[in-house]
Each structure stands twice: as structure tokens, then as C-alpha cells.
């Protein structure tokens, strides 16, 4: 067994959350639904800080070996510095873009990924090379935010860009919703990558705000998401825009008591289509 670990230690609490609030609810389904087995090899797609990789490392133990792929250095190096403090032995980092994976051809059991392939560019090669690497017999887990996510919010967006007259903002808030992945694009995705679904899992949860300010200051709203948003508005329009959108809330705050805005989960897991 290994040494245990000291809760007064400055790096261990520095590593103590190891995974935020907007992953966590996504992992929880993956790790409650991924097929269990012993001594495998496990590659897991897009871990940014760590997540689900340190996690899987813990769980399939010494026997099994992880590989895990990213291209966000920092969040790389913020990885390495937890696994050499939890003196993890069973992971392998692949510093990489997922297009092009440097493993041998069917030599893995399982791939994960939590919340990475709607992140991923060129996704058609990044599936290409997940089938070429996986066994004849392996599994494909994934987790992903499908159409849906935020929709009170978009909702409250279109409102107020009807009220603004602000009707090419309106076409590209229409297109960046219908874009978004459901469970049957995703699926159709994978099968013509040469998978088939084997199993989905669907779940739900809730960011409630009481400020409506909150909304748009929330830090995972700063990293992934607040950018894109003010993309889509012509800037000499944006400080009405969303002036007129914190009031909207602000009213829906002083109505319901809260700002709730929904993000759906899916788990969905696949395996090769020649598998049976
Ligand atoms: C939303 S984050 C998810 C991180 C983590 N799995 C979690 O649950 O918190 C998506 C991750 O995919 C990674 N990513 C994006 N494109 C990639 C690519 N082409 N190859 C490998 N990783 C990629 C990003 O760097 C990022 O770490």
C-alpha cells in the first residue's frame, strides 16, 4: 500500500478538489455506468486537470494501465503534479492532439471521455483513430452536454434580440442552438465511424442563481462559455444587449425566486459495429 496522505500537507490540499462542479455531475454518470474489468488498458480522451483519468487510475488499480491525451499544457502539468503526489504508477500522459494517437493499432479495451469529443476539431479523425486503436471487442464511454444546455437562458437571448430588432444575432443564436449535439446526431456520428450504440443513460442538472449579474460573472461562464456569447453581437450593441438581458433575469429572479438554467447529461457508449 502506499504512504497515506497528510490533510495538513499544502500540496495535497492543493490538489484535494480534483475535479469542478461542471464536470462532476457528467463524471458521476460515467463512472457509475463504464463496464468494469480487471488488468485492461484504458485510454482516456480530452482530461484536462486530471478528470476522469486520475480517477480511473485509482479505481482499475496497478493492474490496468490509463493513457490519457490532452493538448492544454497547463492543465497537463497541473495533472502530472497530482499523479506524482498520489504516486499514481498505472497512467501515461500522451501530450497530443487526439487526431493522431500514438498507440498501436487495437490495443485498448476501454475509451473514456468526459465532456472532450464536443470539444474536439476535426472530430470525424479523432473517431477514426479511436476505432483504430480500440480491440474488436472494446467499449467507447462518453459523456457530453447535449441540446438543451442553458435553454432559459437562450430563451431570455432570443426575447431580447427580438425586442432589439437584432435579427442576424437571432439566425446565429438559432444555428449556434441547432448545432449543439442531441443523442441521435452523436449516434449517427459515430456510426458512420464504424460503432454502434450499445447503451445511453440520460440525467439532468441545475445552475440556480440569485443575482442576476451572478449569471454572467460565474467563473465557469468566464472560461467556456461568456466569449462565444459576445461573439454573436455586434459590439456597439452588446452593453444594451446585455443590460437588457440582466433585467430579464432580474424579473424571473423577483418572480420564481431563482435563476435556474438547465444542463442535460448523456452518457452513451458504444463498441465496434463488427462486434456483436
Ligand atoms: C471540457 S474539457 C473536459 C476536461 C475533463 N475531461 C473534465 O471532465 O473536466 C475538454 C478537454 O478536451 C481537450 N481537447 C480539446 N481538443 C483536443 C484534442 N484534439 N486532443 C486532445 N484533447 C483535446 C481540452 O484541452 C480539454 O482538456
Redesign the pocket.
Known sequence: MKKLLDAQSKSIVNIYDE??L??AP??RLLLENIPMQSSIKIL??????G??LIELSQRFGESSKIYG????AE?INRTKNKIKLLELKNIEILE????SIPLADQQINLIT????VN????RKK?YAEMHRVLKTDGSICITTNPMGTFEELFDLFSIVFKEMGLEDELEKLNTYLQHRNTKASIEAEFKTSGFKLVKSKSDHTNMRFSDPVAVLNHSLIRI?FRRYWEKMIQEEMRADFFKRLLDKIGLHIQSEGAFSMKIPILYLEFRKSEYS
Do not use: K, R
Not at 470539444?119 to 476535426?122: D, P, Q
Open positions: 475535479i469542478n461542471w464536470s457528467f463524471g482516456d480522451l480530452g482530461f484536462g486537470t478528470f476522469p491525451i490532452d493538448i492544454w492543465a497530443t492532439s487526439a487526431i471521455s468526459n465532456l472532450g470539444n474536439f476539431e476535426e479523432v467556456g
